[in-house]
């Protein structure tokens, strides 16, 4: 029905246009896995979840390692199965690094009575639960991931396929040829010392970037990182610095490099509060990149600094966050070294001549020793002729004489140019 407001003509109507959902392939799987046998019609999803049918097809088309197809029915059918060596008689070789599944199967089907079953009853544990963020399944209920393996494992049994798939989709989320990953069913799990296309270390060219500790390697940085190859706990990358965006209840997502390098140029800049992002662009798209594809679209985000956020309008928003390398006490990054500033018509570094020796010029080394030992507190300083207290939860700076306050802001040392932006 057309809606009338208070400010139009009579004879002027406001339609409310549904809004169409954006597709992801989180977004999509969690629908399917409420359909009767985790399939439905793409008229059907458009029916019931508004989904538009060209963004369907792209994105079952980018994420074959999800997605598949039977006739008109759109399919939740992800590279996923369960481990063939865990079982009682033996245990698996590979543990938390293993490609498939390590749960019980009686589990999955509410039949085992095990209070402590070495097989396993959980899904946020590894290897599962890497699986399962990498397979866009991590918004799906318990009882839901439940019900799809056991699906799966029938499936798996009807073609004949003793233990469906080993293969973890690499870390890159690149879609792998459906050609080889037959051939790898038939030969059962390779040694993974001589597999060169699975890397449990991440890097800043992978679509996904969690890591256990969210900083830059600085070996990663400089040469080569001896625990590569083993797992390193921190994100990878050829620089520095790197930028990550996520929905508010998603994984990081690592973005372009060319968007990385324009944020950071930006933040260094202390007048800067926001910035549009440039667009992603599709020309030099590999398969890795699609699913930020699917997240940001082609619009241009714009960045806030202070909220640590991305805005599309009319109400769209995602996180960001930045990753430095991290802090050698022996080694100094210049992406790694922040400067305090106050605003007066312009933004001022504190204490211009950092060598100086006067007792009454805070700099802006100790300004952040007194942050990073409390980022709530208050840090006190002296002038030749006043007293100050600068306050880190409000980022301010107050004279205690005339109550008069500036803000304050801490952004890294520049270390960018225009130059050296990638075009």
């Known amino acids: 029905m057309p809606v009338m407001t208070a400010n139009t ?10 809004e169409i ?28 979840d508004g989904f538009d049918i060209p963004l369907v097809r792209r994105c079952v088309q980018t994420f074959r390692q999800v997605f598949g197809v039977d006739g008109e029915a759109i399919v939740l059918k992800p590279k996923l199965a369960l481990c063939p060596m865990n ?22 089907k509410n039949e085992c009575d095990k209070v402590s079953c070495s097989l396993g009853h959980r899904w ?49 989320s690149e879609v792998e040829d ?44 400089v040469g080569k990182c001896v625990r590569e190859e083993v797992g390193c706990p921190r994100l990878h990358a050829a620089l520095p610095f790197h930028w990550q965006t996520k929905e508010p209840d998603g994984v990081w997502y690592n973005l372009q490099s060319a968007q990385a390098e324009y944020l950071e140029l930006n933040y260094c800049d202390p007048s800067k509060v926001t910035c549009m992002v440039p667009k992603l662009d599709p020309t030099v798209y590999n398969e890795s990149e699609c699913a930020l594809l699917a997240l940001m679209g082609l ?53 211009l001549d950092e060598d100086s020796s006067s007792n009454n010029t805070v700099t802006s080394a100790e300004i952040e020793r007194a942050f990073l030992n409390d980022k709530y507190s208050r840090f006190h300083f002296t002038t030749e002729k006043h007293t100050y207290t600068l306050d880190f939860e409000t980022m301010t700076q107050t004279n205690d004489t005339t109550g008069y306050s500036r803000r304050v802001r801490r952004r890294p040392k520049p270390h960018l140019q225009k130059e050296d932006l990638l075009g």
């Open 124 to 172: 946020d544990t590894k290897p599962n639960n890497i699986l399962v963020r990498r397979l866009y399944l991590d918004r799906l209920s318990i009882s839901e991931l439940n019900k799809l393996v056991i699906s799966l494992q029938d499936d798996y049994a009807r073609q004949g396929t003793k233990s469906g798939l080993h293969r973890l989709p690499v870390v890159s």
């Open 299 to 351: 619009a241009q985000w714009e960045a806030n600094f202070e909220s640590m956020t991305l805005t599309l309008p009319p109400d769209e928003e995602l996180q960001i966050r930045r990753l430095s390398v991290e802090d050698l006490k022996e080694v100094e990054q210049t992406a790694n070294v922040n400067t305090w500033y106050y605003e007066v018509q312009e933004w001022l570094p504190y204490g």
């Open 21 to 48: 959902p954006r597709i992801n392939p989180r977004v999509l799987a969690g629908a399917l896995a409420k359909k009767t046998h985790f399939r439905a019609s793409l008229l059907r999803l458009l029916e019931d």
């Open 87 to 108: 079982n009682f008689d033996s245990k698996c070789i590979y543990g938390k690094k293993c490609r498939s599944l390590h749960i019980c199967a009686e589990y999955l």
């Open 9 to 18: 003509a009579p004879h002027s109507t406001v339609y409310n246009t549904p």
């Open 178 to 221: 459906d050609s080889a990953q037959d051939d790898e069913e038939d030969e059962g799990i390779e040694d993974p010392s001589g597999d060169e296309t699975v890397s449990p270390t991440v890097w800043s060219h992978y679509i996904e970037g969690e890591v256990d500790i969210p900083e830059i390697c600085y070996d990663s940085v």
